[in-house]
């Protein structure tokens, strides 16, 4: 007998169908070269302030650089592609392409959690427990974080990729503009009963760890309650990691809830702006956040605007 599989492969060339619809081309390619350029800018220019001060070189600010590594990282995995797709009028990707997109882009939002969680650590630190901060936060304890947030979204993730990848597939259509795990799951011709139960439990791992943060967050405002120094420090440093947070689960939850359950009779444009949301508004905002927020950076990336304003000041006297 001949196997309901036979002519199903792996080296099968998937249609990212969400592409279609984005015309003209043309303003999406301009918009898409401005966003990537500028969270590459926004991004590189913060991470090469903090290595080139030495000032600069506390655990906060090495735990800021690895998160502005992980927005160039995870939107690298999408735009580059995105990009091509425009330039080229394709909208289809190979097997071993879309496998690659998928574990760079949901690592990279895994990775996104873990970070936020040492950088939540980090404060209650600086702000509970300040005269302890530099023996807890040894140089060596810094890397130890800083390898977690790294190691731990690729561990985790590794039994969902290979589960996925030894499915057969009877599909090769994908609702979306970038590949996820989910939508090639779709494609298969068998129960995924597994995978969607691991899947749970990844998403259940990681929205611990945002509720790790609140937690940590709330332990902070009781400490900070009769210290009127500790609340500014909170409010300075604290603020820029909540709104980041915020952002960034509920865009995580709302691309997780919709491309498992959300209706097609949802508008083509509307389904793609709320994917990619997630890979234009944190990668922006968090290094202008953490930028401009955080007085110590905005001095070292701002000195000549510093000195032109005092310049100008002497001058008009």
């Given at each position: 007998?001949?196997?309901?599989?036979?002519?199903?492969?792996?080296?099968v060339?998937f249609?990212?169908t969400?592409m279609k619809d984005?015309?003209?081309?043309y303003?999406?390619?301009?918009?898409a070269l401005?966003v990537y350029?500028?969270?590459?800018v926004?991004?590189?220019t913060l991470?090469?302030?903090?290595?080139?001060?030495k000032?600069?070189?506390?655990?906060m600010?090495f735990f800021?650089?690895?998160?502005?590594f992980?927005e160039?990282?995870?939107?690298?995995?999408?735009?580059?592609?995105?990009?091509?797709?425009l330039?080229s009028s394709?909208?289809?990707?190979s097997?071993?392409?879309c496998?690659t997109?998928?574990v760079?882009i949901y690592?990279?939002?895994m990775?996104?959690?873990?970070?936020?969680v040492?950088m939540?650590?980090?404060?209650y630190?600086?702000?509970?427990?300040?005269?302890e901060y530099?023996?807890?936060?040894?140089t060596?304890?810094?890397a130890k974080a800083?390898l977690?947030s790294w190691?731990?979204p690729?561990?985790?993730g590794l039994p969902?990729?290979?589960l996925t990848?030894?499915l057969?597939?009877?599909g090769?259509?994908?609702?979306?503009i970038?590949c996820?795990?989910w939508?090639?799951v779709?494609?298969s011709?068998i129960?995924?009963?597994?995978i969607?139960?691991?899947?749970?439990?990844?998403?259940f791992?990681?929205?611990a760890h945002?509720l790790?943060v609140?937690?940590?967050?709330?332990?902070?405002?009781?400490?900070?309650r009769?210290?009127?120094d500790?609340?500014?420090?909170?409010?300075r440093?604290?603020?820029?990691?909540?709104?980041?947070?915020?952002n960034?689960?509920?865009?995580?939850?709302?691309d997780?809830?919709f491309?498992?359950?959300g209706s097609?009779d949802?508008p083509?444009?509307?389904?793609?702006?709320f994917?990619?949301?997630?890979?234009?508004?944190?990668p922006i905002?968090?290094?202008l956040m953490y930028g401009?927020?955080?007085s110590?950076v905005r001095k070292?990336?701002?000195?000549?605007c510093k000195?032109s304003k005092?310049?100008?000041?002497c001058q008009?006297?």
């Amino acid at each position: 007998m001949t196997s309901a599989y036979d002519n199903t492969s792996n080296n099968v060339i998937f249609t990212l169908t969400g592409m279609k619809d984005l015309r003209p081309q043309y303003v999406f390619l301009c918009l898409a070269l401005t966003v990537y350029l500028l969270i590459i800018v926004l991004n590189i220019t913060l991470i090469v302030t903090v290595l080139s001060e030495k000032s600069l070189h506390e655990p906060m600010y090495f735990f800021v650089c690895s998160l502005c590594f992980n927005e160039i990282y995870g939107t690298t995995g999408f735009y580059p592609k995105f990009i091509y797709d425009l330039l080229s009028s394709s909208n289809v990707i190979s097997y071993n392409g879309c496998m690659t997109q998928s574990v760079v882009i949901y690592s990279s939002f895994m990775c996104e959690y873990t970070t936020l969680v040492i950088m939540a650590y980090d404060r209650y630190v600086a702000i509970c427990r300040p005269l302890e901060y530099h023996n807890i936060l040894r140089t060596q304890t810094v890397a130890k974080a800083i390898l977690y947030s790294w190691t731990f979204p690729f561990i985790v993730g590794l039994p969902n990729t290979i589960l996925t990848s030894q499915l057969p597939l009877c599909g090769s259509n994908i609702d979306r503009i970038y590949c996820d795990n989910w939508s090639i799951v779709k494609q298969s011709c068998i129960p995924t009963t597994t995978i969607n139960t691991y899947g749970f439990v990844l998403l259940f791992i990681f929205m611990a760890h945002a509720l790790i943060v609140m937690f940590s967050y709330q332990r902070l405002i009781v400490a900070c309650r009769n210290s009127s120094d500790s609340k500014r420090k909170f409010m300075r440093t604290c603020g820029p990691h909540f709104v980041s947070l915020l952002n960034f689960t509920i865009a995580v939850l709302f691309d997780i809830m919709f491309s498992r359950y959300g209706s097609k009779d949802f508008p083509e444009h509307l389904r793609n702006a709320f994917q990619v949301e997630i890979l234009v508004i944190p990668p922006i905002l968090n290094p202008l956040m953490y930028g401009l927020k955080l007085s110590e950076v905005r001095k070292r990336l701002f000195p000549k605007c510093k000195k032109s304003k005092t310049l100008t000041f002497c001058q008009s006297k």
